[in-house]
């Protein structure tokens, strides 16, 4: 029986929009989308957010998601930005809660150690990972790194729901070897 699972990953912004869909099937995952809303070219605060809801809605008739990862807005110095950024992420999670769909979401450092094993990792750095782990070819990348930042939710995603160390089963590495002896060669 093949488990199949489409995930809309989501870097929420004013000012550029990042998303990536990832869809696993028996446990694999493989890029099926990613891209970028440009949203500077408008003035008004709420029309770029009424782009935000509606994009994000097309993406969801579009290709059916069962989840939405999304990236948690982080504190920053500047309280305008974050309100922004918080009203961004906001209007991505309503168009996803008017379809029903489930949200999870993620800190920025949880994000980039779940792709690079380094929570401070680059942008850059995040991009090459998922790149070299989805065998994106070149001609696939897009310049703007919001998008592979989208796609990064949601592979985070993908890897916080399928590791074999679950905080509720095992305390550690350690824990899961005593318990599963017969997986280890």
Known sequence: MIKEKIILGIDPGTN??????????????????MGVLILNKYEDHYLRLRRIFDRI??????????????????????????????????VAMAAALSRDIPIFEYAPLK?????????????EQVAAMLQRFLKIS??????QLDATDGLAAALCHFFQNNSPVKEDNYKSWKDYINK???KIK
Not at 111 to 123: F, H, L
């Open 111 to 123: 994000i980039k150690m779940s792709i690079t094993g380094n929570g401070r990792a680059s942008k």
């Open 57 to 90: 809605i097309g993406l969801i008739e579009e290709y059916l998601p069962d989840e939405l990862a999304i990236e948690a807005p982080f504190f920053g110095k500047n309280v305008q930005s974050m309100l922004k950024l918080g009203r961004a992420q906001g």
């Open 180 to 182: 599963n002896p017969k």
């Open 16 to 33: 550029i929009m990042g998303y990536g869909l990832v869809k696993v099937i028996d446990n694999k995952p493989a890029l099926m989308t």
């Open 138 to 143: 070149d001609d696939q990348m897009l310049p």
